[in-house]
């Protein structure tokens, strides 16, 4: 203390401090980070620990794998930890944790690569591997699997676009025609005029795969992803050997977890 100060100057630098840092007053720590909330898919999940798991996890297994691993090439210790840690970041964030991220957009990061869409199934399918080895519940894999697909327009263009009708006898007419609707409103990026019409040709005639494929291609746009899993996985059992639904990248991503 120096010897001029006094008690009227130590009082008042005493109700600064009473002021200004208020968490010294009652023993509580100042958090830099948001609270959690107990709902949340993060907490589910099993937090912070579990999401590092299944990245480090998810991470190795994708720098092994020869069909990914080009991406990688030349990226030194350092980098991949930075990757590893960002990756880690964004998950938490996603799923309603405390973390920040700080990392440029998806869509900016990813531009240029040539992520196909084999490409990004394959990462979710490394992901979704991981959680199950971490004990993540059947429930919260699923959440954060609609998550992932979520995310896919900000890394990779589809070029899967919707069918046409089949040429099969006894197709009723008027879901065809719902169905020609459907298609032009798609392609001009109408998506909700587009389901609409998907909808009626769907339930009017419900054996044909086409028609669930496009309206399953229409929900994952409009990001309703649960509800276009189970569309998807109407076309596959009525695709009546459609190769363009059995080998459809986009389906396969919906429906094998």
């Not at 009473?18 to 720590?29: A, D, R």
């Not at 798991?53 to 092994?64: E, G, M, R």
């Not at 900000?154 to 008027?174: H, Q």
């Amino acid at each position: 203390m120096k010897p001029n100060m006094g008690w009227n100057t130590i009082l008042a630098t005493m109700m600064v401090l009473f002021l200004v840092v208020p968490s010294l007053v009652n023993g509580e720590e100042k958090k830099a980070y948001k609270s959690v909330d107990e709902n949340s898919l993060y907490v589910r999940m099993g937090g912070y620990d579990v999401i590092s798991n299944v990245i480090d996890d998810f991470l190795t297994k994708s720098w092994a794998d020869p069909r990914i691993s080009h991406f990688f090439l030349g990226m030194g210790t350092d980098t991949r930890n930075r990757l590893r840690q960002k990756n880690k970041n964004l998950m938490c964030f996603t799923t309603g944790g405390p973390c920040r991220v700080l990392n440029r957009p998806l869509e900016v990061v990813h531009v240029g690569l040539g992520i196909t869409d084999t490409d990004f199934y394959i990462i979710v399918d490394h992901i979704m591997v991981s959680l199950k080895k971490y004990d993540v519940p059947d429930k919260e894999r699923e959440e954060l699997h609609a998550k992932l697909l979520s995310l896919k327009p900000k890394i990779v263009n589809t070029t899967e676009v919707p069918l046409a009708a089949p040429k099969r006898e006894g197709l009723k007419e008027m879901a065809r025609m719902e169905n020609a609707l459907g298609i032009s409103n798609f392609n001009i990026g109408r998506f909700d005029e587009a389901l609409s019409h998907f909808q009626i040709a769907s339930k009017d005639d419900s054996g044909v795969g086409e028609y669930h494929f496009n309206e399953a291609m229409t929900l994952d746009k409009l990001g309703k992803h649960g509800l276009a899993t189970n569309h998807f996985k109407a076309a596959q059992k009525n695709a009546h050997g459609n190769i363009k639904i059995t080998g459809s990248k986009i389906l396969k991503g919906h429906t094998s977890k």
